[in-house]
């Protein structure tokens, strides 16, 4: 790892010819790399972990305070990556009235009537918050590309669906991000890297887990037959929409561990290349905050 940063151990940079097979979803060769058992690497996670909250909790009151930007995180994978487990245990590092999350299922019969952005712009945080996406617009180029039965349903003009579609589709991604940036929300974007293997053994954790089975769906079985398409849908969205205003980042999610660790560092380093500060009183400002100090003051006295 060197003196690389998360954010830059994990990028996607710009016009790369980003392949899957070049990240590993277990972490196994970094860990070997550094010379680390797995009981020794999951300690560090987890100890790396805990700062890595607490820093966000800082960053994220500087983020409120400033009121210039916001943040929108962006969450993308396959059934049981662990999202939700992300945002439960980031969530567990801010205020949670400076941050809000959106899962986003299904379109409705009103959101199919608008353009496929549209449900998505209704969510996005103002200014001083971190909004959280639990699966997003990027659905319209992953889930729609590997079921394009799935375009009947939106009313479209007539018009081919062939690889000019989606490089339309990709255009106009790049070009909405491109916009929200301009605007002051920065983007930053997860894609949580699991490998089959794994999705099997969490499928069966949560057949015998009488707690878990509610989570379990015959669909989510069904859609391992996809998982080829679906890799290769990634890699072309990632490809195609890791931008220098709204990257992507590859996470291992083999180990739930690596990928919050990973998570919260890269966003607490999002919010700090910002540079905000607290918003400085004027010199009224100044008088009136000696003058409650004075009036407090008086009044323990006066008890």
Same mark, same amino acid.
């Given at each position: 790892m060197g003196n690389r940063t998360m954010a830059e151990l994990f990028r996607v940079k710009p016009n790369s010819k980003f392949r899957l097979k070049g990240h590993d979803p277990a972490w196994e060769r970094i860990q070997e790399a550094r010379g680390l058992r797995k009981e020794d690497a999951r300690d560090k996670a987890q100890s790396f972990l805990k700062r890595s909250l607490e820093e966000l909790a800082d960053a994220q009151e500087v983020l409120w305070a400033s009121d210039t930007y916001s943040i929108l995180m962006v969450l993308q994978a396959m059934d049981a990556a662990g999202k939700d487990g992300i945002i439960e245990h980031v969530m567990s590092g801010m205020n949670p009235q400076g941050c809000q999350v959106y899962s986003f299922k299904r379109p409705s019969d009103e959101e199919l009537d608008h353009t496929f952005l549209w449900r998505c712009m209704k969510a996005l945080p103002e200014r001083g918050r971190i909004g959280i996406f639990n699966r997003s617009y990027y659905e319209e180029v992953l889930v729609v590309r590997v079921h394009p039965e799935f375009l009947d349903r939106q009313k479209l003009p007539q018009g081919k669906r062939g690889k000019s579609f989606w490089?339309?589709?990709?255009?106009?991604?790049?070009? @909405?991000?491109?916009?929200?940036? +301009?605007?002051?929300?920065?983007?930053?974007?997860? @894609?949580?890297?699991?490998?089959?293997?794994?999705? +099997?053994?969490?499928?069966?954790? +949560?057949?015998?887990?009488?707690?878990?089975?509610?989570?379990?769906?015959?669909?989510?079985?069904?859609? +391992?037959n996809y998982w080829n398409d679906y890799m290769e849908a990634f890699e072309d969205a990632i490809r195609e929409t890791s931008t220098e205003w709204a990257p992507w980042y590859v996470i291992p999610a083999d180990h739930k561990w690596v990928a919050r660790a990973a998570v919260a560092s890269i966003l607490t380093e999002t919010i700090r290349s910002l540079n905000l500060n607290f918003p400085e009183v004027d010199a009224q400002q100044r008088k009136e905050l000696v003058q409650a100090k004075k009036q407090l003051e008086k009044e323990k006295l006066q008890g």
């Open positions: 490089k339309d589709r990709f255009e106009d991604i790049n070009t @909405f991000e491109k916009h929200l940036a +301009r605007s002051g929300t920065v983007i930053v974007k997860f @894609f949580l890297n699991i490998s089959k293997e794994e999705q +099997r053994e969490r499928f069966l954790a +949560r057949l015998e887990d009488p707690r878990k089975q509610w989570k379990f769906s015959m669909a989510d079985l069904e859609e +391992r």
